[in-house]
């Protein structure tokens, strides 16, 4: 399946959830870091955030998978630096000043993704996420875990646990 | 068969110092013991009868030189073989102390190979305990 | 006289291991001496602690001919003997002396041989009769007598470095890096063994006569590692041989600084690599400077806030799971949160992370030094960044914990054991690698028609041997081609292959600390490794054994190579 599946998938959902704004008492809440990776939104768990950086050197890796851009120094630390817009059918990006680099953590295990820019960090309510179907889900798309509708926007939410195992 | 010796000091440069000393003019080809403090010293010394000279520091831990010199007395510890009190600066009074205790002779530091070379060369000729330098 | 005509000149290496620990910790014993006496405590043990080590140390310079020494120890024992006898002499003064006296002990034993040292040990005996003079007693040798008298036993307990002679060898520390290496190879041989092992069951299938085989691979692995844990072991010290200056340094810092400051360390039996410990004395050094100088507030400023007027700084280390963690925190002002927002805005840079943990790492960015003040001692505020990277170039990493008025703590973290490969560096189409420098046999400008094509690859004639030569930008799969032909090739070795590898510049020698494989990144074949370099950037460590392997593959010859190799 395609990324185009998903879209589709995601605009079916935006025409069939109801206005999630004006609910008066808060359910429970996602807390997500949200950025952009060509023209969609994305979202990761703020507690799976381990920092936010900017773009510095970035080392090839020659033979790494083609998802990895390579690796940097985060003081001292090496860094592997991958890009989802390669899984996800889209041309490696062009670095641009408001690019970053979200610095993810599970478990000790630490991953840098590389996204066009990082937008906001948002509370989105847990009954305005649903669940990605499993016919839009493949193996290029296994590590979505869901997408978000928020503020007329829509948020799709990255499983950092696949994310990490990233690895063929 | 060569001469053998015993030296009892905590410094380690001590004992590598010692080694030069004895590798040379009349004293190469000797046999050099080491020990690093009293208790050590005085187990090398029960088990070498042989010895011509027994070179003993006076502060060490774990029994110092007047210790071992006293332990050696009491137990009637092959007292033909002469041991030197190596010391800095000795008063007098020291120095009767030591001889009491049982000390053949004084080597005062700082000390010259051919310090030692002479004392040795005494030891050998046989001379009975010294009563003064 | 001096040592020239001493016979046991050859020994001076001899005296400085057993002098300089002993000259250390009489200046640190001097240094607790003069912090009690200032806060009233009379600490009377102290005093016949150091008259017996300074005992030893002036008999040790005495035989070795090292007057200077000598005489410096000879004036700190008589200086002690009086203080022993007249406590109301105990002061400032006397304690200033006795750690001036102990600085210069310890300095003039470190650089034994070197042969000067005689105006400074005069100089310090003068101020030692004029000391004694005015207090009033004359000479020495009448209260030495009365103290001898005492006994000569030496209570002070005995340091580290006296081990029964009989047990230690010496060794040159090279030898064990040299050991090091060649283990470091047998282990990735031993990884090439397993390798074609594995291969060798695919190929024939779980055969009974290679079970003898398979047991000989399990235990050789075992064993390797056995072997990296004893090896690693010859290398371990304990860190206080670095922590050993600092009580000294702090002191002088403060001095200086006109600053009270107590320098309280702990775990200074933690053991660390030879190699690392010598290489973290100077980050350290620097922390601590900056501790003294910027980070502790003056005395007045202290007490108007509250504080005690001594200011503390802790150093504490301690092992855990395979890395040691190094704590300095002083108990001062903290960083200026709003100087540094300024000044990262200034540089374009982000002034907090969203880690809290290091939030204010950005102050270890390059150019990034917010002290005003022009201090003899540091300078501008000795730049962190400076400290970071030696920090990192050591495998390690440092974070940074700021309590607005309350202090500043920097951890480290650094490896416990390390693994160092001294390295040529690459450049090839401007990504640069690092090649073991064990694995390379010999680097050669590259002629023009010296590579020549045979069955469509590269070879040339090297030392009478023909050898294939690769390309590195494709061997690499390097991005940007670069339009001049290479002009270097490395001829690189593992037994009895040899393989030539174009590239476009030697960079140098270095000496990487290597750094595993993440997960994410595969298993690349050509990569062993990835290290960070002088500069700070990562670079991939090849693997030189996977290389000779390939079988040319990856490199099949055209029209770009060609013309490549016979320009």
């Known amino acids: 399946m395609t990324r185009d599946d998903l879209l589709r998938f995601a605009d079916s959902v935006a025409k069939d959830a109801a206005p999630a704004a004006g609910t008066a008492v808060p359910g429970p809440e996602l807390h997500l870091v949200t950025f952009a990776l060509d023209r969609e939104d994305f979202g990761v768990p703020v507690d799976q955030v381990r920092e936010i950086i900017r773009v510095g050197e970035i080392t090839r ?21 991958v890009e989802i817009r390669t899984r996800l059918g889209l041309t490696p990006g062009v670095l641009s000043p408001r690019s970053r680099i979200i610095v993810v953590e599970i478990e000790g ?20 996420v649903t669940a990605a179907p499993d016919e839009v889900l493949s193996p290029q798309t296994d590590y979505i875990s869901g997408v978000a509708r928020w503020n007329s926007r829509l948020i799709i939410l990255l499983d950092v646990e696949k994310v990490l195992l990233l690895n063929d | ?49 042989e010895l011509s000279l027994v070179l003993l520091d006076l502060n060490m831990p774990e029994m110092n030189g007047l210790e071992l010199l006293a332990r050696r007395r009491a137990e009637q510890l092959h007292l033909h073989i002469p041991v030197v009190l190596v010391t800095t600066e000795a008063t007098p009074e020291d120095e009767a102390r030591g001889r009491a205790a049982g000390a053949w002779d004084y080597l005062r530091k700082p000390f010259q190979p051919a310090d030692v070379e002479q004392l040795v060369a005494r030891a050998l000729a046989g001379a009975s305990v010294s009563t003064g330098k | 006289m001096t040592s020239e005509d001493n016979a046991f000149k050859a020994l001076l290496d001899d005296y400085i291991v057993e002098c300089l620990p002993l000259s250390e910790r009489i200046a640190d014993q001097f240094v607790e001496l003069e912090r009690c006496w200032r806060s009233g405590e009379p600490a009377d043990e102290l005093l016949p602690a150091v008259k017996g080590t300074l005992h030893t140390v ?74 004694l003079a005015q207090v009033g007693r004359n000479g020495s040798a009448a209260a030495e007598h009365a103290d001898r008298r005492k006994g000569d036993r030496r209570s002070a307990p005995r340091g580290p470095g006296t081990e029964a002679a009989g047990n230690v060898v010496r060794v040159d520390f090279r030898q064990l890096d040299t050991l090091l290496e060649v283990l470091g190879e047998g282990m990735i041989e031993h990884s090439a063994v397993n390798e074609a092992y594995r291969r060798l069951m695919r190929r024939v299938g779980e055969l009974e006569e290679l079970s003898d085989l398979d047991r000989a ?27 050993g200056r600092f009580p000294r340094l702090v002191r002088d810092l403060a001095h200086t600084a006109q600053k009270r400051v107590r320098l309280v360390t702990s775990g200074g039996e933690t053991p660390m690599d030879k190699a690392i410990l010598d290489r973290l004395s100077e980050p350290l050094i620097h922390l601590l400077t900056n501790a003294v100088v910027h980070g502790l507030e003056s005395r007045e400023d202290r007490v108007r ?54 939030r204010h790492a950005v102050i270890f960015a390059p150019g990034f030094s917010t002290a005003e003040q022009v201090s003899s001692l540091a300078g501008r505020g000795v730049g962190l960044d400076v400290v970071a990277r030696s920090i990192h170039g050591l495998g390690g990493t440092i974070e940074v914990v700021s309590r607005p008025g309350q202090g500043l703590s920097f951890t480290l973290s650094l490896p416990l054991t390390l693994a160092i490969v001294r390295s040529l560096i690459i450049e090839v189409d401007r990504e640069r690698f690092a090649v073991p420098i064990s694995h390379v046999a010999e680097t050669v400008r590259a002629e023009a028609d010296a590579i020549h094509e045979i069955n469509r690859r590269g070879v040339t004639l090297w030392r009478g041997d023909l050898i294939h030569v690769a390309d590195g930008g494709e061997l690499l799969g390097t991005t940007e081609r670069a339009d001049s032909p290479r002009r270097f090739y490395i001829v690189i070795s593992s037994g009895a292959k040899r393989r030539g590898l174009m590239v476009d510049r030697l960079i140098g020698h270095q000496d990487v600390v290597v750094k595993g494989l993440d997960p994410a990144l595969g298993h690349p074949d050509v990569v062993s490794g990835t290290t960070i370099l002088g500069d700070g950037r990562v670079a991939c460590i090849l693997d030189a054994v996977r290389i000779l392997d390939q079988r040319a593959a990856g490199a099949p010859s055209t029209g770009a190579t060609e013309r490549r190799m016979s320009a």
């Open chain 1, 61 to 81: 890796v020659p033979q790494a998978p083609a998802h990895v851009r390579g690796v940097a120094n985060l003081r001292g630390r090496i860094l592997a630096v």
């Open chain 1, 109 to 128: 295990r630490v991953l840098g993704i590389l996204v066009d820019a990082v937008l906001q960090v948002v509370k989105v309510p847990v009954e305005a």
């Open chain 2, 1 to 49: 068969m060569p001469n053998s010796f015993l030296v009892v000091d905590d410094s380690k440069l001590h004992h590598q110092m010692y080694k030069v000393v004895f590798s040379r003019g009349t004293l190469a080809g000797s046999t050099l013991y080491h020990a690093t403090n009293g208790r050590e010293g005085y187990a090398v010394l029960a088990e070498h009868p």
């Open chain 3, 217 to 243: 691979v399990v235990a050789l692995e075992k064993t390797m590692k056995r072997m990296e844990a004893v090896v690693m072991g010859t290398r371990l010290l304990p860190i206080s041989t670095v922590f």
């Open chain 3, 58 to 131: 002036k008999g040790n310079s005495a035989m070795m001919g090292l007057t200077p020494m000598q005489d410096v120890a000879h004036a700190l024992e008589d200086v002690c003997v009086l203080l022993t006898r007249e406590p109301d002499a105990r002061g400032e003064s006397s304690a200033a002396l006795l750690v001036e006296g102990g600085g210069l002990l310890v300095d003039l034993v470190r650089t034994a041989g070197a042969g000067d040292g005689i105006e400074a040990a005069a100089a310090f005996g003068q101020r030692v009769r004029g000391f």
């Open chain 3, 305 to 358: 806030s509250g504080k005690p007027e001594e200011g503390v700084i802790e150093l504490r280390a301690a092992s855990h799971s395979g890395r040691v963690m190094i704590v300095l925190a002083d108990d001062g002002r903290g960083l200026d949160e709003a100087k540094i927002q300024a000044k990262a805005e200034a540089l374009g840079l982000e002034a907090a992370g969203v880690d809290s943990g290091n």
